[in-house]
């Protein structure tokens, strides 16, 4: 199973209208869609960012266009795709993740995401890997908090993600509270850090789920 994964940057001081365009666009695109596309507002993280997501089982198929339908008002859908062009800031990015362990029930899309993405040299995926599915597992033991490891080459460079799900903003306060304060979080980070030839640039940010 793979994640495709859209970033995109729209005009500062234009958030809200922009919410509202994507919004539109995005519940568009799910009516003539047979993926379930998610709409992501960043909530920690770079300013005016929003983000795009299905999951992908069958690559070929997703690529081709294959599951997208007509849109029984094609004149709607142009005008409600054109209001978001006019917000949109830049060129969106986008990447393609193989999920390679999962942890807890992601039998729905959470409300809440947080994610980690460490980039590291090709020599350094196994050992990173490895090292992120043990941090994973245990973090996991202790808060309950579902978790998934992805990895990828493709539009984002050798990267290792950990992709988090809660049901609020108040839940991912709690559970990360109460994880970050756990000896074994700075431990394992401490580990990680000190492995041989590692060297990680990593990134995180937080996501409230629009649809």
């Not at 460079?157 to 839940?171: A, C, F």
Request: net charge negative; charged share 20%; glycine share 10%.
């Amino acid at each position: 199973m793979k994640l495709w994964n859209r970033i995109f940057r729209m005009q500062a001081g234009r958030t809200t209208e922009a919410s509202a365009a994507l919004v539109d666009v995005h519940r568009a695109v799910n009516s003539m869609s047979d993926y379930g596309y998610s709409l992501w507002e960043t909530v920690v993280g770079p300013t005016n960012q929003f983000g795009a997501s299905a999951l992908c089982s069958d690559v070929e198929e997703f690529f081709s266009g294959a599951p997208i339908y007509d849109y029984p008002d094609a004149e709607a859908l142009g005008a409600t795709a054109a209001a978001v062009k006019a917000l949109v800031a830049g060129p969106a990015v986008d990447s393609l993740w193989s999920i390679v362990h999962a942890l807890g029930d992601w039998s729905s899309v959470p409300n809440i995401l947080s994610d980690v993405i460490s980039e590291v040299r090709m020599d350094q995926m196994g050992p990173a890997l490895e090292a992120t599915v043990e941090f994973a597992e245990y973090m996991h033991g202790l808060t309950g908090t579902p978790v998934t490891v992805c990895t990828s080459f493709w539009g984002t460079g050798p990267s290792v993600r950990m992709y988090w799900g809660y049901e609020s903003m108040g839940d991912w306060d709690e559970r990360t509270t109460r994880g970050t304060a756990d000896p074994g979080f700075h431990q394992r980070n401490a580990a990680l850090a000190a492995l041989p030839g590692i060297g990680m640039a990593s990134r995180s940010g937080v996501f409230r789920r629009l649809g």
